[in-house]
């Protein structure tokens, strides 16, 4: 795996460009493209709903370049600052609008930056911090923490043989890389299947559980529930979908046109010149080359969407939360909010699926299905994805203590706030 993403990352920079009309079957740089966006990235997460973290455990190549580094590396304590809970929430903004700007989905220098930066962070982090543990995945992946969120909805769990009261703690003793307090495991957040914890033979140690997709958070009080999970659930749905929506809506644009005009009424030329090419695209052999105009207009439209939905999904679980309080549920509204928020982990699930990995979908249209059809097939994804955020959330206020014949009234803020996301992604799921 370390060979096929070195080669899939850095071969295209050395070939000569793609021509217009070749295919991922003639052209190892479209195939390339089509492997990172097409396949890696739709899969991965769905294959978080079968088998969780699979990939982080065996198939990661930054995971395994961590782990060896760590191997010959310094290992240092891991410094506080890396332990932030906030760090991984921080690095998957950066690189998800880094990404953005540089057209990582389309520019092969973009990917060799993106990717090829990402390796080399979590060797050096590796290599400095940790001793035999993979402090990168755990604190500071920004793909590691995407999946670690959403494998809680997944159907594979590693739980205690034998169980010790107190709940999940962070420990940098035992065998486990990713810092689990083993007999005190109940989330599934970290855990990247690694297996170094499974031995049939022993009284101790973890097993691996097969449970049905979902199950964690319905019973989400029981798997510690992390504000802070909550936070990046609301702002990396945001920022997913403001990296979608700049490309294809017209809005964006007319702002851009906009802002332009002002600066150059105030004859400040400089924002019509291209900045340095790790931060922004600058290839005019491909007809692309942003300036510094264009960089400021993305990040702030990324953020600002971001900033509207994450803002919006905190005032339908607070409404939820504040309600399921009126009609019989248990908790602190604060303590509330945190389970119901995670409610919406299929709908962004499946919405990120569907806006960023669509080209997924592209080789059916090929096979003979028809636009229509493939839109209906997404459609009805989606569906999936809305109904079984509702069901979580009829759970979660269950366990609550919230009446069923008063459950309709909490859930109602709830069902706004997962339509609201599959709204902002129309454009993705059915075109303009
Ligand atoms: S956390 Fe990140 S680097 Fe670590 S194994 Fe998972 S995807 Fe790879
Ligand atoms: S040691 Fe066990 S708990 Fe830790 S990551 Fe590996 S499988 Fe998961």
């Not at 070749?22 to 990172?36: E, G, H, I, Q, V």
């Not at 940790?130 to 739980?159: D, E, T, Y």
């Not at 105009?293 to 679980?317: H, N, Q, R, S």
């Not at 309709?408 to 996301?421: D, E, F, K, Q, T």
Request: with cysteine; hydrophobic share 50%; charged share 15%.
């Amino acid at each position: 795996m370390f060979l096929f993403f070195l080669g899939i990352i850095f071969l295209p920079l050395f070939l000569p460009e793609a021509v217009e009309n070749s295919t991922p079957l003639n052209d190892f740089t479209r195939f390339a493209n089509y492997a990172m966006w097409g396949l890696w990235f739709p899969l991965v997460f769905l294959s978080v709903i079968l088998t969780g973290r699979s990939w982080c455990g065996i198939l990661c190549p930054m995971g395994a370049a961590s782990a060896w580094a760590n191997k010959k590396g310094l290992q240092r304590p891991i410094p506080a600052w890396v332990r932030w809970e906030g760090t991984p929430i921080i690095s998957f903004l950066l690189i998800t609008v880094l990404g953005q700007t540089v057209g990582v989905r389309d520019h092969p220098e973009a990917v060799a930056e993106v990717f090829g930066g990402t390796l080399l962070l979590a060797f050096v982090l590796g290599f400095f911090y940790g001793r035999n543990k993979r402090a990168w995945c755990r604190h500071m992946c920004p793909i590691g923490l995407l999946l670690g969120v959403f494998s809680r909805i997944g159907a594979v769990q590693f739980a205690p043989k034998r169980k010790k009261p107190g709940g999940d703690r962070f420990t940098e003793k035992g065998v486990c890389p990713t810092m689990i307090d083993i007999p005190r495991k109940e989330e599934s957040r970290h855990c990247i299947e690694c297996f170094r914890c499974v031995n049939p033979q022993s009284k101790g140690g973890l097993f691996l559980r097969l449970r049905h997709a979902g199950e964690e958070i319905e019973q989400i009080r029981k798997h510690h529930p992390n504000p802070y999970e909550v936070v990046f659930l609301f702002l990396g749905t945001g920022i997913a979908l403001g990296g979608f929506l700049w490309l294809v809506l017209p809005v964006y644009q007319q702002l851009r046109q906009s802002v332009g005009g002002w600066f150059i009424e105030r004859e400040w030329y400089w924002i019509g010149e291209s900045g340095p090419w790790w931060l922004m695209s600058v290839h005019p052999e491909r007809r692309e080359v942003f300036n510094w105009l264009d960089f400021g207009m993305i990040v702030t439209f990324m953020l600002g969407v971001m900033l509207i939905l994450a803002l919006l999904l905190t005032v339908t679980t607070g409404v939820s939360a504040w309600l399921a309080g009126r009609v019989g549920g248990d908790l602190s509204v604060s303590e509330r909010f945190v389970e119901l928020g995670y409610q919406y982990a299929p709908v962004a699930m499946v919405s990120l699926i569907l806006g960023l990995g669509g080209e997924l979908f592209a080789p059916l249209t090929q096979l003979g299905l028809s636009q229509e059809t493939v839109g209906y097939l997404k459609a009805g994804l989606f569906l999936v994805g809305l109904v079984w955020s509702l069901y979580l959330g009829a759970r979660i206020l269950i366990n609550q203590g919230v009446a069923l014949n008063s459950l309709w009234l909490p859930l109602l803020p709830g069902v706004l706030g997962s339509c609201a996301v599959g709204l902002a992604w129309w454009p993705a799921v059915f075109g303009l």
